[in-house]
């Protein structure tokens, strides 16, 4: 029996494309409180930091370490109240190799990633080399007690652009399936982290 590539053209884009309703400002946030057994990101993106001048991005730049995530209102109020309840939580987030690390995606490793494993999340690294084609579409999304997804609209420059919601049946599937194959093709973001020789390419903050 013929084994599949797991890094052939992504399939179902047609489905995937399928959307049911744009979701309202809050709606997001409300369903990431409110969802029952499992949650999934997937993060395609560089870079989401257009107009990111928030004060931990701040802090982060001028080399201080990750504040405790006690009392913050993602990391102890929406993740660990989660995962507390015994909620799964997985990320992965699919990079190449090269370019080097840019500032937002280590600011968001050094001061997200390792915060959100404090609070039970777990977080995967998907590194595609640079002779494969990328296994899965490059298009954000998560997906919630493996029912219905929230497909994340980005422009170039990363800024958001609105969510809408999927619920028709064929285009959850895909995100299943695109929730599958990213956590067998990953790693855990710690074991990433200690070995990957892009740390050493990143040139240091001034």
Same mark, same amino acid.
């Not at 500032?103 to 990633?113: H, I, M, N, P, V």
């Given at each position: 029996?013929?084994?599949?590539d797991p890094w052939r053209s992504p399939r179902g884009v047609e489905d995937a494309a399928r959307r049911?309703?744009?979701?309202?400002?809050?709606?997001? /946030? @409300?369903?990431?409180?409110?969802?029952?057994?499992?949650?999934?990101?997937?993060?395609? +993106?560089? $870079? =989401?930091?257009?107009?990111?001048?928030?004060?931990?991005?701040?802090?982060?730049?001028?080399?201080?370490?990750?504040?405790?995530?006690?009392?913050?209102?993602?990391?102890?109020?929406?993740?660990?109240?989660?995962?507390? /309840? @015994?909620?799964?939580?997985?990320?992965?987030h699919m990079l190449r190799p090269s370019p080097? +690390?840019? $500032? =937002?995606?280590?600011?968001?490793?050094?001061?997200?990633?390792?915060?959100?494993?404090?609070?039970?999340?777990?977080?995967?690294?998907?590194?595609?080399?640079?002779?494969r084609s990328l296994p899965l579409p490059k298009e954000d999304f998560w997906l919630f007690d493996d029912e219905f997804g929230v497909v994340l609209n980005f422009d170039a420059q990363g800024r958001w652009r609105g969510a809408e919601l999927v619920t028709y049946p064929p285009a959850v599937e895909e995100l299943r399936r695109r929730r599958d194959v990213a956590l067998a093709l990953a790693v855990p973001f710690a074991s990433w982290s200690s070995r990957s020789p892009l740390c050493g390419r990143v040139p240091a903050r001034r």
């Open positions: 029996m013929k084994t599949e049911d309703a744009r979701l309202a400002p809050g709606d997001l /946030e @409300d369903l990431l409180r409110s969802f029952r057994r499992s949650v999934f990101r997937l993060e395609t +993106l560089d $870079d =989401y930091s257009e107009g990111l001048e928030d004060d931990e991005y701040r802090s982060w730049y001028h080399g201080n370490a990750p504040p405790p995530i006690d009392g913050h209102w993602w990391y102890d109020g929406i993740v660990r109240a989660a995962t507390s /309840e @015994d909620k799964r939580w997985d990320r992965v080097p +690390l840019g $500032d =937002y995606l280590r600011y968001s490793f050094e001061f997200g990633y390792t915060r959100s494993e404090q609070a039970g999340e777990r977080c995967h690294i998907l590194e595609v080399p640079e002779a």
